[in-house]
T-cell receptor, first 112, second 113 residues
């Protein structure tokens, strides 16, 4: 079965620190890659996605992610986090438009 | 105001009872999904549907059932056969199956007493 791994379960940062959240997935053909975010008390929403083209994808709120095919990775980055980035972040992968998995999620706490 | 609604927000059930969770969307999306969210496990796919009157099992379909009689509606029934039903349930929809952004509802928290 396909799988998605998010290695960091809980990350605690101070404001202005840089962020990188890891996401790795199992091999299985053509992939579509997503990062979703769940702010406290809000719906899960899309942060960014990659289907094809430039492997460096820009999303909302200053987030970006890089697709590295050789490493089966799609890590999420932000150069300087804010207190409002406190949320849970989920990586999701679909394979061959036929299957989809979410990672276990990473809880980010940003201290003011 | 387009979006996905789920009701109720909180649901309590006695052991041995079936319960149905509602999910409605007015986004005109073809695909709809049900996920279960447990702490530390992320979202796991229960059922999904690409078109009306058709649906497929996800990874953890045992003990659940769905119907898709209308494009806008995708109710989930948690049956008494589900061994550990206490969880947070999320409904989502997208234009295309698995290929497009999924839009999520607010969720229903089910507690079995």
């Amino acid at each position: 079965a396909q799988s998605v791994s998010q290695h960091n379960h809980h990350v605690i940062l101070s404001e202005a620190a840089s962020l990188e959240l890891g996401c790795n997935y199992s091999y299985g053909g053509t992939v579509n890659l997503f990062w979703y975010v769940q702010y406290p008390g809000q719906h899960l929403q899309l942060l960014l996605k990659y289907f094809s083209g430039d492997p460096l994808v820009k999303g909302i709120k200053g987030f970006e992610a890089e697709f590295i095919k050789s490493k089966f990775s799609f890590n999420l980055r932000k150069p300087s986090v804010q207190w409002s980035d406190t949320a849970e972040y989920f990586c999701a992968v679909s394979w061959n438009n036929n299957d989809m998995r979410f990672g276990a999620g990473t809880r980010l706490t940003v201290k003011p | 105001d387009g979006g996905i609604t789920q009701s109720p927000k909180y649901l309590f059930r006695k052991e041995g009872q079936n319960v149905t969770l509602s999910c409605e969307q007015n986004l005109n999306h073809d695909a709809m999904y049900w996920y279960r969210q447990d702490p530390g496990q992320g979202l796991r796919l229960i059922y999904y549907s690409q078109i009306v009157n058709d649906f497929q099992k996800g990874d953890i379909a045992e003990g659940y059932s769905v119907s898709r009689e209308k494009k806008e509606s995708f109710p989930l029934t948690v049956t008494s056969a589900q061994k550990n039903p206490t969880a947070f349930y999320l409904c989502a929809s997208s234009i295309g199956q698995f290929t497009d952004t999924q839009y999520f509802g607010p969720g229903t928290r089910l507690t079995v007493l």
